[in-house]
């Protein structure tokens, strides 16, 4: 008797490219694994140093998160973990420009970062300090002198572009134009978002956090339905506050702005900007001392803790 024809063996996933913090891997034609590394950047900078156990606590947060948005029946591209920093998400075509697939396109990746702002922070702040950006412009009275930290009057959506080197802010035309979307279909985006930040607020208040911004990003699948995409609510994308210190008239800080002040005062930020602003050869930037190491992984995973409500266990690496 002949042996029975064995199963075939699964084939790995094919690596397909690296991003600033993560690994791509191609599972099947509609499939991909992210591979969460322990790399991290700012100001669109890969930085040469790895925080131990951040890639564990991204994984987690966002699978966390899509979890949420799959109990508000928010379509989104999440699918499974897959490891301690892995998982599998549908798959979507990226294209520089969706215009090529022709009217209504699907099945894309949307070229944009959203950003929705609650306090006066962050990039806003600086925009703010020098006058790029105006108190009414953000809903406050003309000529009110904002402190940082404020509550904004109502929240403050953006729109950047997400292919290009560097992050570039775009009017509501060149987001349009961009994108491939219909106008119905940004605003439907912008609703979406609010409806997510409005839950994790509700779920993380009484952990004692604020959501003071964050950034999400989105695809159309081939049915041209708006799904959330990437991952999002993390130390990585969002900007966390603790509330009772907020309230004392502190702002302690549970996001990767820490690592940003960081490269701020050691002037490294003002030599990146005035490149940028010239045109000319952007300075490496530097590793971040090896104490400083030690206290950003200790705030990735105190971010975990404080976002989903479990203590974080550390497991073994890889996918």
């Not at 798959?91 to 209504?104: E, F, I």
Request: aromatic share 10%; glycine share 6%; charged share 25%.
């Amino acid at each position: 008797m002949s042996p029975a024809p064995s199963s075939p063996v699964p084939s790995a996933p094919k690596y397909l490219r690296r991003g600033k913090v993560k690994e791509v891997y191609e599972v099947s034609p509609t499939e991909l694994e992210f591979r969460f590394t322990n790399d991290i950047s700012v100001f669109d900078k890969h930085i040469p140093s790895e925080i131990p156990f951040k890639g564990q606590t991204l994984n987690g947060t966002a699978a966390h998160w899509f979890a949420l948005c799959g109990r508000l029946q928010i379509p989104h591209h999440f699918l499974s973990t897959s490891g301690p920093a892995s998982m599998r998400v549908k798959r979507v075509r990226v294209l520089p420009n969706p215009r090529t697939l022709g009217p209504h396109p699907k099945d894309y990746l949307v070229p944009l970062e959203v950003i929705v702002r609650y306090y006066l922070a962050g990039s806003m702040w600086d925009r703010v300090k020098s006058g790029a950006v105006r108190p009414e412009e953000l809903g406050f009275p003309a000529g009110r002198q904002l402190e940082y930290g404020v509550p904004l009057p109502q929240p403050h959506f953006e729109v950047t572009t997400k292919l290009e080197p560097v992050d570039r802010l775009l009017t509501r035309a060149e987001a349009l134009e961009l994108s491939a979307l219909e106008p119905t279909q940004l605003d439907a985006i912008r609703e979406t978002v609010l409806r997510i930040d409005e839950a994790m607020q509700k779920e993380i208040g009484p952990r004692g956090l604020l959501h003071v911004d964050g950034k999400k990003e989105f695809g159309v699948d081939s049915e041209g339905t708006i799904m959330v995409v990437d991952t999002f609510g993390t130390a990585d994308e969002d900007r966390f506050w603790d509330k009772d210190a907020y309230e004392r008239g502190r702002h302690v800080d549970f996001s990767k702005e820490f690592v940003r002040q960081h490269y701020r005062q050691t002037g490294y930020y003002d030599l990146l900007q005035k490149a940028r602003e010239t045109k000319s050869a952007e300075p490496p930037i530097p590793p971040l001392p090896p104490l400083l190491i030690d206290e950003v992984s200790r705030l990735y995973t105190t971010v975990y803790q404080r976002l989903i409500g479990e203590p974080f266990v550390p497991r073994s690496p890889g996918p």
